[in-house]
């Protein structure tokens, strides 16, 4: 029999590791034709980074090295093979993944180890190849490769995808790790393949050849249950358009919830949701948020600047129906989220703070942002489209969320990606002030630092969200404050990564864990209660001299004191957390006032982190904690009163005195 070895390297989150789904479909398929089931044998895939060179000696004998190919484990990959071939000449290697280029020009000058690279879908090629391997090794016969010699016509794509035997229920996955080797394994899942939209920035649309194909509904079942059964944590679904679908996906919502419920996993499901979200999604979410494995619904929009929709070919939903939706996800319990990509070509400093203002008058849940990148095989990479935009870019390392710092250190091979710096539409500078103003609204507007402030005087003095924070950034440029020092951290920060020397940031008092700017900058101000509060009420006093305004000093007390009444903190532990206030600030927030009403009120809520351990508290107020925004309470989900609590050998039941919903 002959070797396959393969690789498919990730990096560990915490515990967590993603099993090689991808090359556990392509050896289903290869398995399932009965003149290649027991000419092969499928080592173990190479999953570990850490394992590089003693992946590199087990290949001494391999005849195929197979490497599934990624943003973050291009380098890793290319020096397994280029290692591999030196020790073993005589091994054919394949190189696969949404990381292998359309264009192979100069490819196999720089990468002279690399034998074939599969384009497009690998289930039919790797079959084909194998076959070919075994007769003549005459690759002209397989569709959809390029050699150093020859590319081939483009192999058809799967419309049936029931011909790909699922790596799941053939239980072929656990051939290829060790399933007790002591990590969590995460799984990637596909309920259908394909996307019909063509935005420039990504290559899913060109990958998948734009039709949406699914899988059928009984296969998808049962994998829901094999995840059940195997003690799946996590389900990453890679849906272009969860939802797409509705009746069916609501099928998979309610097996998801009900496999959850019953067995205990899997703990989250998370994926790609429809773009143009609309409101047939929301029985889906509710059918995942009864079961507890929501991590919350996208509302993606990118940009919300119309000439650089164009430009991407990218088609949001308008404004009106994104603030109904948000509403509507928002009363039904749902966390909500935002994503912008900051450097799309079009887009100019005045339309991104636009952008930023729309998104903060429509209140979403959570603002997620990030660099764009330029991906090998999206139409963003075209040199015709390159050069219409000017698009100039830097190579720097990929960003690695919430990664162990001290893993990170240990891996002697950097991954990077092609970020954007420079467009025809705005300069390097500015990128830099984009960036700046989306960490600000995801930071203080977002996570909650400044979000009842910035409410208060646009609701009284009609000052929008933008020129607040146009007002604090001249704040932080007068005045020395903690503040001003969080911005500088941020403007060296953003500096270091915008010239490729990385995105990693980590706060030592938080833990080992390379923590997102926004997060780290609210895990830095947030904690001592006292200390925020007076140094807001500092700037507070700069914009209202700034501005003219003559808020009542006791009224502006008493909104700090609110402000942090809400943010989560390790100032206050306890589970109840209650306060009195000169205005009824609930009633002014909830129902959009446009005048203060000093009516003395007691607010109350249960606290959603009473973890005493410093690090712990971090992670699950803000890591773990963030989706479901246990960085703060929303003002409507505070009570009045005290609560009437029962006592017994301990408490029994905590009672609010004028609402039944006790859900935070």
Same mark, same amino acid.
């Given at each position: 029999?002959?070797?396959i070895y393969?690789?498919?390297?990730?990096?560990?989150?915490?515990n967590?590791?993603?099993?090689p789904?991808s090359?556990?479909t392509?050896?289903?398929?290869a398995?399932? @034709?009965?003149? +290649?089931?027991n000419?092969?044998?499928?080592?173990? %895939?190479? =999953?570990?980074?850490d394992n590089l060179?003693?992946? $590199?000696n087990q290949?001494?004998?391999?005849?195929?090295?197979l490497c599934?190919?990624?943003?973050?484990n291009?380098?890793?990959t290319?020096l397994?093979?280029?290692e591999?071939?030196?020790?073993?000449p005589?091994?054919l290697?394949?190189?696969?993944g949404p990381?292998?280029?359309?264009?192979t020009?100069g490819?196999f000058?720089k990468y002279?180890?690399?034998?074939?690279?599969v384009?497009?879908?690998?289930?039919?090629?790797?079959a084909?190849?194998?076959?070919?391997?075994?007769?003549?090794k005459d690759?002209?016969?397989?569709?959809?490769i390029?050699?150093?010699? @020859?590319r081939t +016509?483009?192999q058809e794509?799967?419309?049936?995808? %029931?011909e =790909?035997?699922?790596?799941?229920l053939?239980?072929? $996955?656990?051939?290829?790790v060790?399933?007790?080797?002591?990590?969590?394994?995460d799984?990637?899942w596909e309920?259908n393949r394909?996307c019909?939209?063509?935005?420039t920035?990504?290559?899913w649309g060109?990958?998948?050849?734009t039709?949406?194909?699914?899988?059928?509904?009984?296969?998808?079942?049962?994998e829901i249950?094999?995840?059940?059964d195997?003690?799946?944590?996590?389900?990453?679904c890679?849906?272009?358009?969860?939802?797409?679908?509705?009746?069916?996906?609501l099928?998979?919502?309610?097996k998801l919830?009900?496999?959850?419920?019953?067995?205990?996993?899997?703990?989250?499901?998370?994926?790609?949701w429809?773009?143009n979200t609309?409101d047939k =999604?929301l029985?889906?979410?509710?059918?995942l948020?009864?079961g507890?494995?929501?991590g919350g619904i996208?509302?993606s929009?990118?940009?919300?600047?119309p000439t650089?929709?164009?430009?991407?070919?990218?088609?949001n939903?308008?404004?009106?129906?994104?603030?109904?939706?948000?509403?509507t996800?928002?009363?039904?319990?749902?966390?909500?989220y935002?994503e912008?990509?900051i450097?799309?070509p079009?887009e100019?400093?005045?339309s991104?703070k636009k952008?930023?203002?729309?998104?903060?008058q429509?209140k979403?849940g959570t603002l997620?942002?990030?660099n764009?990148s330029?991906?090998?095989?999206?139409p963003m990479n075209?040199?015709e489209?390159?050069?219409?935009f000017k698009?100039?870019?830097?190579r720097?390392?990929v960003?690695?969320?919430?990664?162990?710092?001290?893993y990170?250190?240990k891996?002697k091979?950097t991954e990077?990606?092609?970020?954007?710096?420079?467009t025809?539409?705005?300069?390097?500078?500015?990128l830099k002030e984009?960036?700046?103003?989306?960490?600000?609204f995801?930071a203080?507007?977002?996570?909650?630092?400044?979000?009842?402030?910035?409410?208060?005087?646009n609701q009284?003095?009609?000052?929008?969200?933008?020129?607040?924070?146009?007002i604090?950034f001249?704040y932080c440029?007068?005045?020395e404050?903690i503040f001003?020092?969080?911005v500088?951290i941020?403007m060296?920060?953003l500096?270091d990564?915008?010239t490729?020397?990385g995105w990693?940031?980590i706060?030592?008092?938080?833990?080992?864990?390379?923590w997102?700017i926004d997060?780290?900058?609210?895990l830095?101000?947030?904690?001592?209660?006292e200390i925020?509060?007076?140094?807001?009420?500092?700037?507070l006093?700069f914009l209202?001299a700034k501005c003219n305004f003559?808020?009542a000093k006791?009224?502006l007390?008493?909104?700090?004191k609110f402000q942090?009444?809400?943010?989560?903190?390790?100032?206050?532990l306890e589970e109840?957390k209650?306060e009195?206030?000169?205005?009824d600030?609930k009633d002014f927030f909830?129902h959009n006032?446009?005048?203060?009403?000093?009516?003395?009120?007691?607010?109350?809520f249960k606290n959603?982190?009473?973890e005493?351990?410093k690090?712990?508290?971090?992670?699950?107020?803000?890591?773990?904690?963030r989706?479901?925004r246990k960085y703060?309470v929303p003002s409507?989900?505070?009570?009045?009163?005290k609560p009437?609590?029962e006592?017994?050998s301990?408490?029994?039941?905590?009672k609010p005195?004028?609402?039944?919903n006790?859900?935070?």
């Open positions: 029999m002959y070797k393969s690789s498919q390297y990730n990096y560990k989150y915490g967590q590791i993603h099993a789904y090359l556990a392509l050896y289903a398929h398995n399932s @034709i009965e003149q +290649l089931k000419q092969f044998k499928y080592e173990k %895939s190479f =999953i570990f980074r060179e003693e992946n $590199i290949c001494h004998d391999a005849n195929i090295l599934s190919c990624y943003v973050w291009w380098e890793i290319t397994l093979a280029k591999v071939k030196k020790l073993n005589n091994c290697i394949v190189f696969g990381h292998v280029p359309e264009d020009t490819f000058e002279p180890y690399i034998d074939i690279i384009h497009g879908e690998g289930e039919y090629t790797l084909n190849i194998l076959e070919v391997y075994l007769k003549d690759w002209s016969n397989v569709k959809g390029s050699t150093k010699k @020859i +016509l483009p794509r799967i419309n049936d995808l %029931s =790909i035997p699922s790596p799941y053939t239980n072929l $996955i656990w051939d290829l060790d399933k007790d080797c002591g990590v969590d394994w799984c990637s309920t394909g019909p939209y063509e935005c920035f990504c290559d060109s990958a998948t050849f039709k949406v194909r699914k899988f059928v509904d009984d296969r998808l079942i049962k249950e094999w995840f059940a195997n003690k799946m944590r996590y389900i990453d890679c849906d272009a358009n969860f939802g797409i679908f509705q009746d069916r996906d099928l998979i919502a309610k919830k009900e496999q959850a419920l019953e067995k205990g996993f899997p703990k989250k499901f998370g994926t790609a429809a773009k609309t =999604i029985p889906i979410a509710m059918e948020k009864e507890n494995i929501l996208s509302l929009v990118q940009s919300l600047d650089t929709l164009k430009n991407i070919k990218r088609a939903i308008k404004f009106d129906k994104f603030s109904d939706l948000t509403e996800f928002r009363n039904n319990g749902i966390p909500t935002t912008i990509i450097g799309l079009g100019t400093i005045q991104f952008g930023l203002e729309t998104i903060a429509t979403v997620l942002w990030g764009c330029i991906l090998p095989n999206a075209i040199p489209y390159r050069e219409k698009i100039k870019t830097i720097s390392p960003k690695l969320r919430h990664v162990s710092m001290e990170v250190k891996q091979i990077f990606e092609e970020i954007v710096c420079e025809s539409s705005f300069t390097f500078e500015e984009m960036t700046l103003y989306a960490w600000a995801s203080f507007q977002n996570l909650g630092i400044f979000e009842y402030f910035s409410n208060y005087y009284i003095h009609n000052l929008s969200f933008i020129s607040f924070y146009e604090f001249e440029n007068s005045a404050s001003s020092k969080e500088e941020v060296n920060h500096h990564g915008f490729g020397k990693d940031h706060e030592p008092e938080f833990g080992d864990i390379n997102p997060e780290a900058s609210w830095r101000l947030v904690p001592d209660t925020l509060e007076k140094e807001s009420r500092k700037f006093e209202e003559e808020t006791n009224v007390k008493d909104l700090v942090g009444f809400l943010l989560t903190s390790r100032s206050h109840i209650v009195k206030f000169l205005v600030w909830v006032k446009d005048k203060v009403e000093q009516i003395e009120k007691e607010y109350y959603p982190v009473t005493k351990d690090i712990l508290w971090g992670c699950q107020a803000v890591f773990w904690g989706r479901a703060k409507n989900k505070i009570y009045e009163n009437v609590i006592f017994g301990n408490i029994q039941e905590i005195a004028h609402s039944s006790w859900d935070l």
